[in-house]
């Protein structure tokens, strides 16, 4: 009762403050806030890590796959899944890569995840195809685009509003039967802005499924905006901006993989019991902003969001009584399920639908006021955020018998699995910063505060009317105070150095109801220092960082190898430690300006050492079972990671070729050089890490008018045989060499 009161307290303090506060912008206008950005356009100024990609460079790049762009930034770590993009598992600065549970991600500056704080695996992530810009902030500044503040923050910026009446279409096929059809429509005029956009991406794939079968996916996007704002003569300048967003996709993916044999022989099989398995997902997005100019020096904005997502996603669980985790790792012992398994001989197979529906509701605001009357020049901003999110899950069971190497139904659809429950978490976070300027000094010094109510309701097996017969209920109460602070000095034009320090946070997820203690949030103390350079000819990039965690947060998902009861449990302490580089640059220009042709070279490098800095015994999930000894090495989390993109741009015709290296990459925790790859004689148990590997890929524009431009990608042109992850279950491979082509038109 007393953390209601408390919360019920914050909720209404937070009230009071919403009249003066939102996302603050770089900018004095209402009708040039086309999109809401966390990254202004002076990067050089920014206290902290930040890039951008822009509009140039993705359509440079012709990619649908989130992943392969990403990873153009230092920074980011990235588990492949299933090839496509579709569900990229992403980390920043040494973070949990598994379902990009441990960062902030967000479109147009909303946050995206379907319930980020009671049940944070991203099983939706937008449709990449429509992004006109990718925002990537690290360091102190993040403290404004909470909950998770220790990595950093994502931001995917949606299609802008056109300047004047436009049109624009793009088609594309390719290998697997791959399409893609984009088409939008926009105009801006003097009181009313509108654009609608419609996306379909579509593929067979390309794994091979015993026994015959689709093992790819359909993806169909709708997005609507529309933006009243006051014409540039009107004493108030505002504006009004309903967003609609409609995302359906029927996947035929698995959570099962291959043993290492089967993947040597064909790292694109699928075996027979796979044949159903299935994810739909439905979700729906609106937003509503108003954006005032109160005065000069000052704006309000103010964002209203409700956000629905149903996830269900039907997959092999057991074969024969045997999981087939179980199975994997011992395919001679278990060799009648494992004939099972692959369609060679009858038997059953135990079939589940993780049914899963997400609500989440939100409404935040930010102010922001420059003061600029003297020589020190300030740029104050205050924002808060109240949220609730809800996931409801509601899991079934049905059986199958393998016959004739086909699947065939028995039972349908049966009640009583152990995942009935609710989840449910309310929240209200604030945060102010001054971005304080004198000469070529930034401060930035900034805090964030959140509250935040979890609560956990089991029905469990027996009740599956919810009528409360068996219902066990837990709740936690968190809150955090993050302090921090960044620095940036401009030497000269061309030259800054940066740094700073900030505590980070996540939160500790649902409650358990069986734990003594609820799990603790996850914090951090993270530094960082570097240097940026720029000219007409190169730009670099420089960053330190380190991260101190205490009481570093585990999960117990199916995905991340654990059993899939969702629990999140604390591990000790850890740090995390690295290095970023980035470099572009023009090689021709460096030996010869007023070319007519341009040859883009860029270079991104991570290194990062990450270690448990305790001895625990670890519950399971994320990092196994076991003794985990102090200065073990985080699983998934690669050492080694870098980027080579070289290009050739004219006036018609550009190319940009796109070298990526993965280094060796630890799946469980261990240290010293006792290290074990997926070999013939290794045991699946038993591997303790994946071989690094390079994947080069290629993309070319050919411009024939203004309007029409063809284009073709070639990715894996070395056509490259590697294993992305050993999880949920067995080797998967990542995509082997794939082509497609299209055609762009602006009317």
């Not at 003097?190 to 026994?211: M, P, Q």
């Not at 995302?247 to 019991?273: C, H, Q, V, W």
Request: charged share 15%.
């Amino acid at each position: 009762m007393r953390h209601k009161i408390v919360l019920m307290r914050t909720l209404l303090l937070s009230l009071l403050f919403t009249p003066f506060v939102c996302i603050a912008q770089e900018s004095d206008s209402i009708t040039s806030l086309p999109s809401v950005q966390i990254i202004g356009k002076k990067i050089n100024r920014l206290p902290g890590s930040g890039q951008v990609i822009d509009a140039k460079k993705l359509a440079l790049l012709n990619q649908t796959d989130i992943n392969k762009v990403l990873r153009t930034i230092p920074g980011v770590y990235i588990r492949d899944e299933e090839g496509f993009g579709l569900r990229p598992n992403i980390g920043l600065r040494g973070t949990q890569v598994n379902r990009s549970a441990k960062i902030t991600l967000m479109e147009d500056g909303v946050l995206m995840a379907p319930a980020p704080y009671a049940d944070p695996s991203a099983y939706y992530f937008p449709t990449f195809a429509r992004m006109d810009r990718v925002e990537v902030l690290k360091g102190s500044s993040q403290i404004k685009y909470g909950p998770y503040t220790i990595g950093g923050a994502i931001n995917l910026v949606s299609t802008p509003f056109p300047s004047t009446f436009k049109m624009f279409a793009q088609v594309s096929v390719g290998s697997f039967k791959t399409n893609q059809q984009r088409v939008w429509i926009g105009n801006s005029t003097k009181n009313i802005d509108f654009l609608f956009e419609i996306n379909r991406h579509a593929s067979t794939g390309f794994k091979e499924i015993d026994g015959g079968g689709n093992s790819g996916f359909d993806r169909r996007d709708f997005l609507g905006k529309i933006r009243w704002h006051s014409t540039s003569s009107a004493r108030v300048q505002q504006s009004f901006t309903l967003k609609v967003l409609n995302t359906t996709e029927k996947g035929n993916e698995s959570y099962l993989g291959l043993t290492f044999d089967d993947f040597n022989i064909n790292p694109n099989r699928r075996y027979a019991a796979t044949q159903k398995d299935k994810l739909d997902i439905a979700h729906q997005h609106i937003t509503l902003n108003h954006t005032i100019t109160l005065s000069k020096n000052s704006n309000l904005s103010t964002t209203g969001y409700l956000t629905y997502t149903f996830r269900d996603w039907g997959r092999v669980n057991s074969i024969s009584g045997q999981s087939v985790t179980t199975i994997l790792a011992n395919p001679v012992l278990y060799s009648n399920a494992f004939g099972i398994m692959k369609g060679e001989i009858g038997g059953p197979v135990v079939f589940q639908n993780a049914a899963r529906t997400y609500f989440g509701k939100g409404l935040q605001s930010s102010f922001q006021y420059k003061l600029n009357k003297t020589k020190i020049k300030q740029l104050i901003q205050l924002g808060v955020r109240l949220h609730a999110d809800k996931a409801d899950r509601f899991a079934t069971q049905s059986a199958f018998v393998v016959s004739a190497g086909r699947l065939i139904q028995t039972t349908a659809g049966v009640r009583g699995n152990n995942e009935n429950q609710i989840r449910s978490a309310n929240s209200v976070a604030l945060f102010i910063q001054d971005d304080i300027k004198w000469g070529g000094l930034t401060i930035s010094p900034g805090a964030r505060y959140e509250n935040i109510l979890l609560s956990f309701d089991n029905f469990g097996t027996m009740d599956s009317e919810r009528l409360g017969s068996s219902l066990k209920t837990a709740s936690n109460h968190v809150t955090a105070f993050l302090p921090g602070v960044g620095i940036n000095y401009l030497v000269n034009p061309r030259v800054s150095v940066f740094g700073g320090v900030h505590k980070g946070f996540s939160p500790p997820g649902i409650p358990s109801i069986t734990a003594v203690t609820q799990a603790k949030p996850e914090k951090a103390w993270s530094y960082e220092a570097g240097v940026r350079a720029q000219n007409d000819r190169w730009n670099l990039q420089l960053a330190g960082f380190m991260n101190r965690y205490e009481n570093i947060l585990g999960s117990d998902n199916q995905s991340g190898g654990g059993a899939g009861t969702g629990d999140m449990f604390n591990a000790g302490n850890a740090n995390t430690m690295g290095i970023e580089w980035s470099m572009e640059t023009d090689v021709v220009s460096l030996l010869s300006a007023g070319k007519k042709y341009r040859t883009p070279l860029s270079v991104t490098y991570t290194y990062t050492r990450a270690v448990f800095s305790t001895t625990f015994s670890n519950a399971g999930g994320d990092w196994g079972t076991g003794l985990i000894q102090k200065n073990d090495w985080i699983p998934f989390l690669t050492p080694h990671l870098l980027t080579i993109s070289a290009g050739f741009e004219s006036t018609r015709f550009n190319t940009t070729l796109l070298a990526r290296f993965t280094g060796l990459t630890r799946i469980k925790p261990g240290q010293g050089n006792d290290i074990q790859i997926p070999q013939k004689d290794v045991a699946y148990n038993n591997v303790n890490a994946l071989k690094s590997y390079w994947v080069i890929d290629i993309s070319s524009n050919y411009k024939i008018n203004p309007s029409v431009t063809l284009f073709a990608t070639l990715n894996n042109i070395l056509n490259t045989a590697y294993i992305v992850a050993n999880l949920p279950q067995g080797y998967r491979p990542g995509m082997p060499i794939a082509v497609m082509t299209g055609i762009k038109i602006n009317f």
